[in-house]
Structures are given as C-alpha cells and as structure tokens.
C-alpha cells in the first residue's frame, strides 16, 4: 500500500513543470486572415424592361397612328440598327437608329394646330390631280410633320385639327370616345318640322344606323339653317342624313370640334392649341 503511495506522489511531482519563462518563450504564430470582399453589381435589365415599343416610337416621330405603324412594321418597312424588324414588341433603346422606307426617324415634340378650313381644300397630305390641300394652309405651322385628324369633305368649312401625337388622334377619331362635332348645315330649303323630328335619335343611312345627338333650327334665322350635333365620323354623313328626308345640303361648316371652337379664329387660318386645350383633349373619356 505505502509503495502504492509513493508511486502516486512521484508522479504527482513529476506532473509539475517549471514556471514558464515569457522571454525565452515563443508566441504563437497567426497567419493573418486576408478577407475578400465582391462587389455585387446589379444585373442589367433586359431590353424587354426599357426603351420605347416600336410602334409607339414610329407614332411618336409623326409618321402614322400605332395602329397603322403595327402595319408597316409586319410589312417589312421598318429597320432599327440595320436589322429588319417586324416583332410587334420590339422596344427601341435610346442609342438605337431606325429607319422607316429608308428614312431614319426620330420621336418629335408634340404640335397640335386648329385651322378654320376654307371652301376647295381637300383634306389630305398631297393630291396627284393638283387640286389645293389643307396642308398648302398650315405649311408654316410647324417644322415637325403633323397630319390631319378626321377629314372635312371638298366643300365643307370649319375646324380641322392637325398633330403628329398618334395616341390621340386615334382617340378623336376612334367612335367609341363619342367626340362631339357641331355642324351649322345651309339648307337649299327650309326643313319641315316633321322632317327635323324624323332626325332626331337614330336614323339608318346606307343600311347602317347613325345616331343624332342633337338637332334644331338655327335661332334667328331661316329654318334652312340647321344646327346638327353627332359623333359619327363617317364619310359625308352630315350631307347623307339630310339627303335622306329629301334635302341638298348648299353649305357647311363644322363650328365645335371635340369642344374646340372657332371663337377668334378666322377662315382660312390656324392657332396652335393652348396647353389646357391639350389637356383636356388627353383627359376624354
């Protein structure tokens, strides 16, 4: 037992090591930890997130409606960088060069002129029988290409609206919008009261129906003059509702157009449209 003893003290004391000597001793070697920070860009949108619809940027540049662009894009008349494209969706980049039949184009500011049209214009962009155009009279009106919205017939007087926005000319010229349009038509009779009332509401001209918003003799003056109110855009359809009951049409002037007036603007003239005008234009239903 007392070997035992012994054996286990000896060992004890042997399990005892000599103080450590921190000047001779040596640290610890810690490689130092080199830390890599990447920087995170983010990933670029894909040309699907930015840039302008192919149709809305030919519509911008004054050339045609979107409507009609899409037409001329599935028709191969539209290069963007040199490449034909006819995808619908394309989206035009700002660095991006488009050509539409050969000519490079590019969106324009926005111009919307009114013209007071005079008798013996036709409403188009050029005539090959050399008869006189509506835009011989607004030449001077803007440097940008702006087109008619609507058409006024040879004949037939009063406000014509010319932009190069294809947004809202197709709004003013779309039925659904119900763009008000106010005639004052001279009569080569007077109508009878019987008639005026066959003209109110609707009435089917050319087996398709026309809706008469509002009719009336012209206050103080002879019941051949006629103030006639509808938002149809067909082709003459002012002339055809009275040649429908028996009367010629002799004059006619469209003296309201989507709420725009000839209030100080004379025959034969034109006016760009105020800021306001152009709002309110954009805001109808």
């Known amino acids: 037992m007392n070997s035992d003893k012994n054996s286990s003290r000896r060992r004890q004391e042997g399990n005892k090591s000599k103080p450590l000597n921190r000047k001779t001793a040596k640290p610890l070697s810690r490689k130092?930890?080199?830390?890599?920070?990447?920087?995170?860009?983010?990933?670029?949108?894909?040309?699907?997130?930015?840039?302008i619809?192919?149709?809305?940027?030919?519509?911008?540049?004054?050339?045609?409606?979107?409507?009609?662009?899409?037409?001329?894009?599935?028709?191969?008349?539209?290069v963007v960088n040199g490449k034909l494209v006819t995808e619908m969706g394309y989206k035009v980049q700002p660095e991006d060069i488009v050509t539409f039949d050969g000519t490079s184009i590019?969106?324009?500011?926005?111009?919307?002129?009114?013209?007071?049209?005079?008798?013996?214009?036709?409403?188009?962009?050029?005539?090959?029988?050399?008869?006189?155009?509506?835009?011989?009279?607004?030449?001077?009106a803007?440097?940008?290409?702006?087109?008619?919205?609507g058409r006024l017939d040879r004949n037939t007087t009063g406000l014509l609206l010319f932009t190069n926005d294809g947004d809202l000319a197709k709004k003013l010229t779309h039925p659904k919008h119900n763009v008000r349009k106010l005639y004052h038509?001279?009569?080569?009779?007077?109508?009878?009261?019987?008639?005026?009332?066959?003209?109110?509401?609707?009435?089917?001209i050319e087996g398709?129906?026309?809706?008469?918003?509002?009719?009336?003799?012209?206050?103080?003056?002879?019941?051949?003059?006629?103030?006639?109110?509808i938002h149809s855009g067909r082709?003459?359809?002012?002339?055809?509702?009275?040649?429908?009951?028996?009367?010629?049409?002799?004059?006619?002037?469209?003296?309201?157009?989507?709420?725009l007036t000839k209030k100080n603007?004379?025959?034969?003239?034109?006016?760009e449209l105020t800021n306001l005008e152009v709002t309110n234009l954009k805001m109808m239903k």
């Open 32 to 51: 130092p930890v080199k830390k890599e920070f990447k920087k995170i860009t983010p990933a670029k949108k894909s040309d699907e997130s930015s840039g």
């Open 53 to 78: 619809r192919l149709n809305k940027y030919i519509a911008n540049s004054g050339v045609c409606s979107r409507r009609e662009a899409d037409t001329y894009i599935e028709h191969g008349s539209v």
């Open 106 to 140: 590019t969106p324009e500011q926005k111009k919307y002129v009114l013209l007071n049209k005079p008798k013996n214009y036709i409403t188009t962009m050029d005539d090959d029988r050399g008869r006189k155009t509506v835009m011989e009279l607004i030449a001077n």
């Open 142 to 149: 803007s440097k940008e290409r702006i087109y008619p919205v």
């Open 185 to 204: 038509a001279s009569l080569d009779k007077k109508l009878d009261l019987s008639d005026l009332e066959k003209l109110r509401g609707e009435v089917v």
């Open 208 to 229: 398709k129906k026309v809706f008469i918003d509002a009719i009336s003799y012209v206050n103080g003056e002879p019941k051949t003059e006629i103030g006639i109110e």
């Open 235 to 259: 082709n003459r359809i002012v002339r055809k509702i009275f040649e429908h009951v028996g009367y010629k049409v002799n004059k006619l002037d469209r003296v309201v157009f989507a709420e």
């Open 265 to 271: 603007l004379p025959r034969g003239r034109w006016r």
